[in-house]
């Protein structure tokens, strides 16, 4: 098998972040899933933004957002992803091709919209995330450059994306055609409401062996495995693929690769802005490490660094020199 | 006379900040004006866009943050600019409205689109803009809420929107509109170039008696005035405007009325991050104390308070609780 020229290829939402600071009242009044994820449709994305404060806008999707870090941190990407051909869209590509991703789905034309995802920022950090996923819905597997998908050590997926029916099946073919190539496929469970749909397709997904990397968090990994307690969750799951990380917040992370486990503590940190991409960020640094082979525990390291810097900042996608930041907690 | 329903109403720009941190080679390279704003066509707007790192968008226009300024320090203000009907359109108009200012300027059907401000920040946070109007050079006489603009106590203009002819008719005629009521005509210079081309007409409404209160920075002064020594330029302007301000970055400000004058020192503050809106805010906090009969001294002390906030994080608007830190910082 020759070298791939792409390090990852990701299929996730095309979406911009809307993102405004908001006091607790805001998202009792306006009854938000305080810290979750739900999908609006685009009369609920108009009352939302209608009582929004200002806001600042910056491009986001859970997929995209864990790009940007990778290629930040210097490997080579690809996205795959279906913004319409407007002004938002125009803002989504723009950042994805300035952070050196190739990006070369066709925009859509017509109705909807570029998605966008309205999120409350309260006092504590915590995100409140309202997607209206507009264009993205309708990414259909007639868009993916397959020869691309075939040419990429990795294939992530984000979960989010499994819920509208045609990125679905376009997320489907990608799969028969990474594993037909020989790559390896990440997916990273994005949200429990994903998993309380689509649950059995991803238990399937598991059991026959179809995931080489599985990102979930404390929730998710409740959700999926229908364990409340943490280690009795990662119990149910790590024989089932070769590689599973689990993030738990502030309290950390751990990863379970054939048999190896590992752990880290969060960074230390002074002040959290915005958690908005600190999974995403997570799965960066941690693919960063596993793409250069390091050792399960400076994957996990990497992970928590880039976790750190995306949540002392408003926005999903790291503004630092990641690079230089690695090599100075690293070492 | 009857007291205003509004304290301030603004005729500015429409336009929407993008903005991205970049290295002096960037500036270097793409021959930018270091420093300065400077008018650009759609073509351009499009070469530097594609050359731009990746962004983030927030609501600009140099009378508009003034405004979001004033109306976070308490002030009823209503705004005047132009738009298209597109979405950087809305989110403007949203992030005007959020912040409690009225904004009922019709948006303009078809091209040009809403105009928009590449913003380059350099590593010492200086910010250099290359603004595309866009909609907002079409801003016509016939778009003025003249009722509107009789009832505010303060109409406040922007240089910059001097440039093109419609809006220049249109600040013309609510000069007109606002003193037939009585009320104040507040004046920023902008910048040097606008005076290059139109300090004849600034020069003949300072001696007319038409300016109320003259905001000018230090180049501007001179360009103004002609005359190279900052005292000297004081000395040719401040007999001829109620009220003169006239601000040196991290040298503080000085302002003189009626005779009067007083200095304020710049805040102290850790780093700056991104100057954009650093002249704006200083009008705003100016303004609010001015607009509450406040001494000169503390007008200044207010301006210099909000200049301080805005410039320590990306973006041209206040981030803090404005009235807090006024409250905090003044006792």
Request: aromatic share 6%; proline share 4%; hydrophobic share 45%.
């Amino acid at each position: 098998m020759t070298q791939p020229r792409y390090d990852v290829v990701a299929i996730g939402n095309a979406v911009v972040d809307v993102i405004a600071s908001c006091g607790e009242d805001l998202i009792e009044e306006l009854e938000l899933n305080r810290g979750g994820m739900t999908l609006i449709d685009e009369a609920r994305a108009d009352e939302l933004y209608s009582a929004m404060p200002p806001a600042r806008e910056l491009s986001g999707g859970s997929a995209a957002n864990t790009l940007a870090g990778l290629s930040t941190l210097g490997l080579q990407c690809a996205f795959i992803g279906q913004v319409a051909d407007d002004q938002l869209g125009g803002v989504f590509a723009h950042d994805m091709r300035a952070t050196g991703i190739d990006f070369d789905t066709p925009a859509r034309d017509g109705e909807p919209a570029t998605g966008r995802v309205l999120i409350f920022v309260t006092p504590d950090g915590e995100r409140t995330m309202n997607t209206f996923l507009g264009a993205g819905q309708f990414l259909p597997a007639a868009a993916l450059d397959e020869a691309l998908i075939a040419d990429a050590g990795i294939l992530y997926l984000e979960g989010y994306l499994w819920d509208p029916e045609e990125p679905r099946k376009a997320m489907r073919r990608a799969i028969e055609v990474a594993r037909k190539a020989g790559r390896k496929i990440a997916f990273t469970a994005s949200e429990s409401f994903v998993i309380d749909r689509h649950g059995d397709d991803f238990r399937a997904m598991i059991e026959e062996g179809v995931i080489d990397i599985l990102f979930v968090n404390e929730g998710e990994l409740a959700t999926l495995t229908g364990e409340d307690d943490f280690e009795a969750g990662v119990a149910a799951v790590a024989g089932k693929v070769p590689v599973l990380v689990a993030t738990r917040g502030e309290h950390g992370a751990i990863a379970v690769a054939n048999g190896e486990r590992a752990e880290v503590a969060a960074e230390q940190i002074d002040k959290v802005v915005d958690t908005t991409g600190a999974g995403d960020q997570f799965a960066a640094g941690f693919l960063s490490g596993y793409a250069r082979d390091a050792s399960l525990e400076t994957c996990l390291k990497r992970g928590a660094i880039a976790a750190a810097e995306v949540i002392v900042h408003y926005g999903p996608r790291p503004e630092a020199d990641m690079r230089a930041l690695m090599a100075e907690k690293l070492g």
